[in-house]
């Protein structure tokens, strides 16, 4: 099966029960047993829901892996991850990353024994010169929120390897319809579902997906350990955002190419990225490694927090909110939102300004963004 008829038909078929073509929604706690030890398929939704595996054997066909897991946010998909790590145990993360990935990293991870640094995810050399001998894991996000440098995922892989480790891919940004990292290496692909999977901005979700069966069972063993399982209706949510997964993002991207165009050659706008950009540094690497160039466009003003304030008030379609991938557009000032929890020096390290502006590119009509778009940077 190819993408689209995967993400309609894998793991869901007609109900056993009453022939729906759509998985229910099993709302159910427990399930009864056959007979003393055998359980009749499901025991405790903790442990395992029937519309909870509907959604990871879909998620794992079209990232092309034996085995998903489906967590309750992003975050616990990532902190599940990180549960394979003991304390001692170090990790080589691109520092261009989620501003939240970096936080359970340093305030969660690192108190409890497990070391980090940071290297230039651009520079696959400088991933094996951090190497120790007790790195286990290597974690990269590409394209990296919210200034979009790549990681060479074949590149960093090989060198992962041949040390021994483990590298872990969010996918998060360019979702597995532009980007399968395990099909180029990647030992992990972590999601945050919340984005363009679920894909409607109504549900928080995240997933691990896996072809190595050692690392889905010690995830899989935390997973029901933990307990930070999606709810059946969240899992239902999901499913439906990604029965049009295929047809969101080539929406999504025509919209995001015409608006890079169009902020590249505007006056008030300082620097455009977007990989789809023959500008972007790394523009012939996404054609290589990537199907698509996603919807997320950054750019920078100049003219500081105050500049930012007078475009976003102006706006009238893009919303001013946080997160990103669903149909409606959005616009967020990764200073004082998504990477907060960064020092202003941290930030000022990984090239976040106060004048950075990230676009969550929608599915509108273009005409109507750009439009938008234009009437706030003549007012700022
Ligand atoms: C790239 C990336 N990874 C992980 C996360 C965390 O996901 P969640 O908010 O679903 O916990 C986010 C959230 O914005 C993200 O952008």
């Known amino acids: 099966m190819r993408f689209s008829t995967k993400a309609i038909r894998a793991g869901q078929r007609p109900d056993p029960t009453t022939g729906s073509i759509i998985v229910p929604v099993y709302q159910a706690v427990n399930f009864v047993f056959d007979d003393v030890a055998r359980p009749h398929g499901f025991e405790y939704s903790r442990s395992g829901n029937p519309t909870r595996t509907a959604l990871e054997q879909c998620l794992a066909s079209l990232e092309e892996a034996r085995f998903g897991l489906a ?3 992003g975050m616990a998909a990532t902190d599940a991850v990180l549960s394979i790590l003991r304390p001692g145990d170090h990790v080589v993360s691109a520092e261009h990353i989620y501003g939240g990935t970096f936080r359970l990293f340093e305030q969660v991870c690192r108190p409890r024994g497990v070391n980090f640094t940071y290297v230039d995810g651009t520079r696959p050399e400088a991933f094996a010169k951090a190497m120790q001998p007790a790195t286990k894991l ?9 200034l979009l440098q790549l990681v060479d995922v074949r590149a960093v892989a090989e060198i992962v390897h041949d040390h021994g480790a ?45 072809n190595d069966p050692l690392l889905h069972e010690a995830i899989k063993f935390y997973q029901n350990a933990a307990g930070a399982v999606p709810g059946p209706w969240d899992c239902w949510l ?11 993002m080539r929406q999504h991207e ?24 023959p500008s972007h540094p790394q523009h012939e690497l996404a054609r290589a490694q990537m199907d698509g160039f996603g919807a997320i466009v950054t750019f920078q003003l100049d003219g500081g927090v105050e500049q930012v304030r007078r475009f ?6 893009f919303l001013f909110a946080e997160s990103l991938g669903g149909v409606e557009s959005l616009v967020c000032h990764p200073a004082t939102m998504s990477h907060a929890t960064l020092t202003p020096e941290e930030r000022r390290k990984i090239g976040i300004t106060d004048g950075t502006i990230r676009l969550s590119v929608g599915i509108e009509d273009v005409e109507d963004l750009i439009e938008d778009l234009d009437r706030a940077l003549r007012v700022c």
């Open 71 to 73: 967590f309750g946010s």
């Open 138 to 146: 290597i974690w990269v996000e590409t394209p990296a929120n919210p």
């Open 166 to 210: 483990k590298l872990v891919a969010d996918n998060t940004f360019p979702s597995p319809y532009f980007q399968r990292p395990l099909t180029q290496g990647a030992d992990i692909v972590m999601h945050s579902t919340t984005k363009y999977v679920s894909g409607h901005s109504d549900v928080i979700g995240g997933a691990v997906l896996t």
């Open 238 to 248: 999901s499913l439906r955002g990604l029965k049009t997964l295929a047809v969101r």
């Open 254 to 277: 025509t919209n995001a190419q015409a608006i890079a165009e169009f902020l590249e050659k505007h006056p008030k706008v300082e620097r455009t990225v977007y990989p789809g950009l």
């Open 312 to 317: 976003v008030k102006a706006l009238k379609i």
